[in-house]
């Protein structure tokens, strides 16, 4: 993966992240951050997020089908991620192979779990090499650490930059 590709990458979008040079992910994008996005040439956004969050927009669909992107909306709930929404998950990435996609949620927590899960079971990256670029953003605690199949971690709190929340 060449440096051209991080050259324009948005640096405003929380929780960015660039995965190889054809995944993206971050946190909630703005109207304006998922133009920047299409502009990467990305023709495929995934949404793990709920659209009853505060921080979603009004109508994430309209505005990326406006762009000409496809929009996929697998909604997983914070406090009960499912193997149902993995299941969905990992079907639309197999559905994707090949294209330009950025996944997002609200804080790119679930999509980073989702990847971790994907990377590890379904893809057999080395679990230490899948499990860094998780905990670059966060180590799930609770339902998390158990959806991930971190049982030593089901009783503890999340973890993030330095501090427990």
Partial sequence: MGEDLYRNDPADIFMWRRMDDRVTTSGQPSEAQIAA??????THVVNLGLHSHEKALPDEAVTVGALGMTY?????AFDAPAEADFAQ???TM???EG???HIHCIANFRVSAFLY???RDVLHIAEQDARRQMEDIWRPGGVWAGFI????RVESP?????RDY
């Fill in 158 to 162: 999340h973890f993030y930059a330095g």
């Fill in 37 to 42: 996005i299409k502009a990467l040439g990305v």
């Fill in 94 to 96: 197999r559905d994707l």
């Fill in 99 to 101: 294209e330009s996609i």
């Fill in 117 to 119: 899960r994907y990377q």
């Fill in 89 to 91: 998950f990992a079907a």
């Fill in 149 to 152: 199949g971190d049982e030593q």
């Fill in 72 to 76: 996929i909306h697998i909604p997983v």
